[in-house]
């Protein structure tokens, strides 16, 4: 078995390959594009340079890993089973690392819209280190481990809460993020939030849904700004989820914005579909926080602390859903 050293080594080593050219790595990622619409090359580019950046550089896996006194050798060993989703690329990278970085095995279930990438890192772990294949498996069935993290839709979550109910467990469902605007944003900024709403096609729990505005905002600016993303209305799959969403705004006589590319509607909801950034006026910033459901929220932006243009830069101790997945791991020993 490795030990702590060589599993965050190894971690340092992928950071490099990922953003390199390889052979093998640039064909693997031309496959996860064409075996999936909605994952661009320039989506899997921006997520992979992400990955390496934020979760992979040695400056920050060092300190993340500080917080948790792992040991060298883990005397423990679970296997933990993990059921990943599919929605933008490598999306279950973080479980994986963690998982790895533990030193707990994993059983890993891949989604069909996203089985490529992590298994051909898998594969390179461990042609890099062949040890490496005893913490990496892939799964159709997830029988047998002694623990589960699970993401899914809430329809899911719910037969997932039931099925791995005796285990130690973390079930994700579905979350969004929210904007909240002053009115004085400069363009440059709000070209930073169309960065949070069409990366990955609105895709992600982190792309933001919907947009608080003050009273009178004037939406030009805004929608100008968001001109930034015109080319992914080339997307068919993109095009076919705006053409409908126009139509039923249409049909219903719904007031709407449009740039061409994104359509504006006035809607309480914080979850809007592919092509639709929901909008809500509002008069005190309070009112938004008390408005919102803290289970459905994945972040904030617009704020001091999550400013525009960063969400889809999560750092390591950025968890989904708010739980840790780094110490529910440690705590299975």
């Not at 459901?293 to 400013?307: F, L, M, R, S, Y």
Request: glycine share 6%; proline share 4%; with cysteine.
């Amino acid at each position: 078995m490795l030990n702590l050293q060589q599993r965050v080594d190894i971690l340092y080593r992928l950071g490099d390959y990922m953003l390199g050219n390889d052979k093998k790595w640039e064909a693997a990622k031309e496959t996860a594009s064409a075996a999936n619409p909605w994952f661009i090359p320039e989506f899997i580019d921006h997520a992979v340079k992400n990955i390496a950046t934020f979760f992979l550089s040695k400056p920050g896996l060092e300190e993340w890993l500080k917080k948790y006194d792992l040991p060298s050798t883990h005397k423990a060993v679970k296997t933990v089973g993990i059921t990943m989703a599919g929605n933008i690329p490598l999306v279950g990278f973080h479980d994986f690392l963690c998982t790895f970085v533990s030193g707990h095995r994993q059983a890993v279930r891949m989604s069909s819209k996203d089985n490529i990438l992590l298994k051909h890192i898998f594969e390179t772990l461990e042609e890099w280190i062949p040890e490496a294949g005893q913490y990496l498996e892939i799964r159709e069935m997830l029988k047998g481990c002694d623990a589960y993290i699970a993401t899914g839709s809430n329809n899911t979550a719910r037969y997932f809460e039931y099925y791995f109910r005796k285990y130690p467990h973390i079930i994700r469902k579905n979350r969004t993020a929210v904007a909240v605007i002053s009115g004085t944003e400069t363009q440059a900024a709000l070209e930073q939030l169309a960065d949070d709403v069409y990366l990955y096609f609105g895709l992600g729990c982190r792309n933001v849904s919907k947009i608080f505005v003050p009273e009178g905002y004037d939406f030009i600016s805004l929608l100008d700004a968001f001109r930034k993303y015109d080319h992914l209305i080339e997307n068919h799959k993109y095009k076919h989820n705006y053409d409908y969403n126009l139509a039923m705004h249409i049909v219903n006589q719904k007031f709407y914005m449009t740039n061409g590319s994104i359509l504006l509607s006035e809607n309480p909801s914080v979850f809007s579909p592919i092509s639709q950034l929901n909008y809500q006026y509002y008069t005190s910033t309070d009112a938004i926080y008390q408005s919102l459901n803290p289970e459905e929220i994945q972040a904030i932006t617009g704020t001091v602390k999550t400013p525009f243009g960063t969400l889809q830069s999560p750092a390591l101790a950025d968890y989904a859903d708010g739980i840790d997945t780094m110490q529910f791991l440690k705590g299975l020993s």
